[in-house]
């Protein structure tokens, strides 16, 4: 299962603050096993980012695949 979401948003810009150099965005992902959302702090100093993160509700591992420009968040892609 794959879910993209395109997050140009202006309310996600308000949820941003700045760190020194970085420029940190809370975005909010859906986990594709249980469907729990929850959010995760993207560094938009790195534009091209892929991680994995554990659902907070049932544990299980997914990637994340987040596109960024400084400041912004141009997309983020939940993989099984």
Same mark, same amino acid.
């Given at each position: 299962? $794959?879910?993209?979401?395109?997050?140009?948003?202006?309310? +996600?810009?308000?949820?941003?603050?700045?760190?020194?150099?970085?420029?940190?965005?809370?975005?909010?992902? +859906?986990?594709?096993?249980?469907? $729990?959302?929850?959010?995760?702090?993207?560094?938009?100093?790195?534009?091209? +980012?892929?991680?994995?993160?554990?659902? =907070?509700?049932?544990?299980?591992?997914?990637?994340?695949?987040? =596109?960024? =420009?400084?400041?912004?968040?141009?997309?983020? =892609?939940?993989?099984?």
């Amino acid at each position: 299962m $794959q879910i993209d979401w395109n997050v140009k948003t202006n309310w +996600q810009k308000i949820k941003s603050h700045k760190l020194g150099n970085r420029m940190e965005v809370s975005e909010s992902i +859906q986990c594709p096993f249980c469907g $729990q959302s929850f959010e995760v702090t993207i560094d938009t100093s790195v534009a091209s +980012q892929r991680f994995t993160t554990d659902c =907070e509700v049932c544990c299980r591992p997914f990637e994340v695949v987040v =596109e960024c =420009e400084p400041g912004e968040v141009l997309s983020v =892609e939940v993989r099984t």
